[in-house]
Every structure is written in C-alpha cells, then in structure tokens.
C-alpha cells in the first residue's frame, strides 16, 4: 500500500504561484510514476503531469507547458508542482497519484491505483 498526502492549495490571483506538494509512506519502492491530475467542477478529471520515479523523465499536459513544473526529492519521498503563471481555468482540484505496475505505461490514466485526498486551487480574475 502507498498513501498519498497533498498540501499547499489555496486561493491566488491570476498571474501567481503557489507550489503543491506530496508526500508519499508506505511502499514508495514499488511506486513507477507519479503524476498530478486536476478535476474542476463539472468536468473530467483530467492527468496534469507525471514524472518517473527512477529517471526522473517528465511529461506536462500542453495546457501547462511553460507555466508548471514537476518534480520529485526521492530522498523525502514527495512529489512537486510548481504552478506559475496561474490563470482561472487553471482552477480545480488537484491530486496527487502513484503508479507501481510495471506493465502499464505511465501515459495511462488507470495505472494510477494509489490516489491523495486531493488540495484545491483556486485561481482568480
């Protein structure tokens, strides 16, 4: 089992920063991935990122390219999302996930099994 605890949420005018954080108990050395996935209300949840736990290789959804940033301190165990450049339609709330099975890419959304409580983002005009 892995368990998932995000922080750093909270509210910010467009155009800001916040940092959200991770950290991950339990068998982290199983973990393959990790990613970041957002749901606003009304909409899909939808993957924002993910990383590789060994190589450290990361993926960004087009809509945040340039704006967010992911990464990881193995040592602490936990997984980073640095958010810049915050726009409204960036609002949502935000999870983290973990994906120990070596048998599906971490491109797909249902390898992720483990999953946070999520922490929301609320960006305004």
């Known amino acids: 089992q892995v368990q998932l605890v995000e922080s750093g949420g909270g509210s910010v005018q467009a155009g800001g920063s916040l940092r959200l954080s991770c950290a991950a108990s339990?068998?982290?050395?199983?973990?393959?991935?990790m990613a970041w996935f957002r749901q606003a209300p009304g909409k899909e949840r939808g993957r924002v990122a993910h990383?590789?736990?060994?190589?450290?290789?990361?993926n960004l959804t087009d809509s945040v390219k340039g704006r967010f940033t992911i990464s990881q301190d193995n040592t602490k165990n936990t997984l980073y999302l640095e958010m810049n450049s915050l726009k409204p339609e960036d609002t949502a709330m935000y999870y983290c996930?973990?994906?120990?099975?070596?048998?599906?890419?971490?491109?797909?959304?249902?390898?992720?099994?483990?999953w946070g409580q999520g922490t929301q983002v609320t960006v305004s005009s």
């Open positions: 996930a973990a994906a120990t099975s070596a048998l599906l890419s971490c491109y797909t959304d249902s390898a992720y099994t483990y």
């Open positions: 990383i590789y736990r060994r190589s450290g290789s990361t």
């Open positions: 339990g068998y982290t050395s199983r973990m393959v991935c």
